[in-house]
């Protein structure tokens, strides 16, 4: 049945276009806020509604709800106004109910935060920043409901997804749902996904090309608690976790915030002191001017990139000397999600006279691939 079935998977997928690569996206707002409060608010109502904001724009940049306990973040929750550039307010539908039982009509509270301000506090406190350019996380996740399991697929719009959608933005990470298309119900099955089989999860992952797997089972259990299972796939390791909570919200906060951490420690860094690596890079298919800009403003563009200098430019190659925050591994981990410009060579397709120990890339040209 099992070779019947990848038999049945390698025929449908040569008629199939093939999945792009699910390397990364720029995720957005991640230095803004929204926040709940009533009509006629009161400024202490208003100075905290700041405060949860700029607390909850800190664990989306950093990627971790431990540096809320840094001493330099407590000081700057008590102080929240001198990180804000600008806020609005607009309608809410949310009613809220008193300590007196009244009913309290409600407005939200958006609040932008100054990027660079932001920024500068978390590297006072040596608190890594993870930029907004972020690996997108395969997720496959098997409900169940009523005695009835399914995948949650590209196509779900149910309160499950609304759910787990807003906890992912509220964190900053970037997701994608299997399209649970004819190749993915031939290659993985909602029994499968339940039992947490990795093999099997990643060989039905393989065509999405994820940076990051996660795959779970979510339950309510008899006591009214919602419950799940789950698995993080990523380089070569596996983790499996367990969560319970009152809610399906909660219950995805709780899932989150593993995942949260560990793509934070992989690709954030702290900004600025002297923990500067230098690396030098090649990049070859330089075809123009038009390129050869393009290749600089991305590089530049990086949030651990701290300065970068051409050192050469050879024909169609170009040779950079970056400086970034952190280790080299760190560089090249975060280049990896730019993996649709720049894909990395090996030994063989680099220059002849150039040193083994430089790292080389390949552009791909925007114009071309358009």
Request: glycine share 6%; with cysteine.
């Amino acid at each position: 049945m099992v070779v019947y079935r990848w038999i049945v998977v390698l025929c449908v997928g040569l008629f199939v276009t093939v999945m792009p690569a699910g390397a990364a996206e720029f995720v957005k707002d991640l230095y803004q806020a929204t926040e709940v409060v009533s009509v006629d608010a009161t400024d202490n109502e208003i100075n905290q509604a700041m405060s949860d904001g700029l607390a909850s724009v800190i664990v989306r940049v950093s990627g971790s709800t431990t540096s809320l306990a840094h001493p330099v973040i407590l000081d700057a929750l008590k102080s929240p106004k001198q990180f804000l550039s600008r806020f609005r307010y607009e309608p809410s539908t949310e009613i809220q109910t008193n300590r007196l039982g009244e009913v309290v009509h409600t407005k939200k509270f958006v609040l932008d935060f100054d990027v660079f301000r932001v920024k500068t506090l978390l590297s006072s406190g040596l608190v890594p920043v993870w930029d907004d350019m972020r690996p997108t996380i395969l997720t496959w996740i098997a409900v169940e409901r009523t005695n009835r399991r399914e995948i949650l697929s590209s196509l779900t719009t149910d309160d499950v997804f609304l759910k787990m959608d807003k906890v992912a933005r509220e964190r900053g990470l970037s997701y994608e749902l299997p399209e649970m298309d004819l190749i993915d119900q031939l290659s993985i099955s909602v029994s499968e996904v339940w039992g947490l089989f990795p093999d099997v999860i990643l060989n039905a992952s393989s065509r999405y090309n994820p940076e990051m797997v996660l795959a779970g089972r979510i339950y309510l259990g008899p006591l009214g608690k919602w419950n799940a299972d789950f698995l993080i796939i990523a380089h070569n390791t596996t983790k499996r976790l367990q969560a319970s909570a009152d809610t399906v919200e909660d219950l995805f906060g709780l899932i989150a915030d593993p995942v949260a951490e560990m793509m934070s420690r992989q690709y954030a860094v702290v900004l600025g002191g002297s923990n500067l690596s230098s690396t030098v890079i090649g990049v070859s298919d330089v075809a123009s001017l038009k390129d050869y800009a393009a290749v600089l403003k991305l590089f530049q563009s990086m949030g651990p990139v701290n300065h970068v200098q051409v050192g050469g430019v050879e024909g169609d190659n170009v040779i950079l000397n970056v400086d970034s925050y952190g280790s080299d591994q760190k560089l090249i981990d975060n280049l990896l999600l730019y993996r649709d410009q720049l894909t990395a060579t090996d030994l063989v397709n680099r220059p002849d006279d150039r040193p083994d120990s430089e790292k080389w890339y390949q552009w791909h040209s925007q114009t071309n691939a358009q």
